[in-house]
DNA sequence: GACCTAATGCAAAATGTTTGCATTAGACTG
DNA sequence: CAGTCTAATGCAAACATTTTGCATTAGGTC
């Protein structure tokens, strides 16, 4: 194996697209059913319509297959409902998250996206767009005046723990969970700005 | 497949041991020199001198044997190095975490742990691990007299953001993101004792 | 419309995985 | 300490998956 361009697609218009459209569902469909553990890349291809060559060829395993599914799976579809508020945004946006997130399908689809690190790609990507919503959230409510903190602050204190339970324990994150983290970051920027460099 | 026992040893005694070690053994030596993805059963088990099919009724396949290294590889050899003061020891005990996950070697250990999910075990004893050794640490601090966070927030505001880089992001936290993150919680920890019942 | 490249299908070869059965290590009992 | 019993292992054959060389085809380019 050397190195598969997995979804990097040189020619998007064709049949390539085609088969990559026809082999992502048919993973989608089977693992409606059956367990990860017990999907075969001979299986995907039956149900794709395509041989496992194929497979093989653009994908490399089921491993790095999974991965790139998952990715599409957890692409954020639409831009973060606007409410009105910093916090409103924030908690709304947050709640989706930890819903999708949360499920057992999106803890699964987020595993697969973590276990193929080879470069990092998979799971960077899945970072990159929770980067992206929060921002657009976070320039949102600066434009409206409102104080919001850093991304950076965001992702470290609200979206990293949740992610933290989902991945390394049994415990599931409930909205509320979600809420108490919003508001605990959007309260530390408040009074941060309220008495400037505190500590001198 | 049924129910793989892994690493639970009925008999921790003999030569259920003996080859536990032996194939633990032969995993991180390949892993020293080849890559993961062309990690096969049967070179294991030529180079542990078992049978491939032990190794396939012991562990299932070999995510999950890697999961298995992976926890035995990540768990800590001590308990946290008492230096006198909470800041200290928790700093010293962050500097150390880092140092040893966010390496290329700790990396792909951590993700192999989080990887194979099925009941969720590898990564919920990593996560027992570190809960455990921060709580020696919170403990003894109290037992000194000093205001320390609960494991928990500790958990979300100072590991969670450093396994989320590790996990998600290209980047390699470094000693002073961890500083950092224990300097911070430590002033909220203060500042809230201080001020009890701020909100109200 | 003719050409050119890269992706696909096909089939055979190589490799990896599963399974039934015999054997053995080690625990337990008296 | 010997006898017995259980579960783990080894072995080898059956089975499935993965790889690979070659012919073909889709679709982009001039």
């Known amino acids: 194996m050397v190195v598969p361009p997995t979804t990097a697609n040189p020619r998007p218009g064709g049949r390539s697209a085609r088969i990559q459209n026809s082999v992502h569902a048919a993973v989608r469909t089977l693992l409606e ?3 990860r553990a017990q999907l075969s890349v001979p299986q995907i291809a039956q149900l794709a319509g395509v ?14 297959l999974l991965a790139d599914v998952a ?20 908690t709304a946006w ?3 998250f930890v819903e999708e997130m949360a499920s057992p399908e999106g803890r699964a689809f987020t595993r697969d ?22 921002d657009t959230v976070l320039n949102r409510a600066r434009d409206r005046g409102e104080v919001a903190p ?10 990293a723990p ?29 009074a941060a700005q309220t008495t400037p460099t505190a500590g001198i």
Chains 1, 2 share one sequence.
């Open 33 to 35: 059913e059956h367990d």
């Open 94 to 96: 947050m709640e989706q």
């Open 51 to 64: 041989t496992p060559s194929t497979i093989y060829r653009r994908w490399g395993d089921v491993h790095e």
């Open 71 to 90: 990715v599409e799976r957890l692409r954020p579809e639409s831009a973060p409902e606007d409410t009105g508020s910093l916090h409103g945004d924030l």
């Open 150 to 159: 850093a991304g950076q602050t965001v992702v470290d204190h609200v979206v």
């Open 113 to 134: 996206a973590v276990a193929f690190g080879g470069a990092g790609r998979p799971a960077c990507q899945c970072a990159a767009y929770t980067r992206e919503q929060l």
């Open 162 to 190: 949740l992610m933290y339970r989902i991945l390394f324990t049994a415990e599931t994150p409930g909205l509320d969970d979600a809420r108490a983290l919003v508001d605990a970051v959007l309260e530390r920027a408040n």
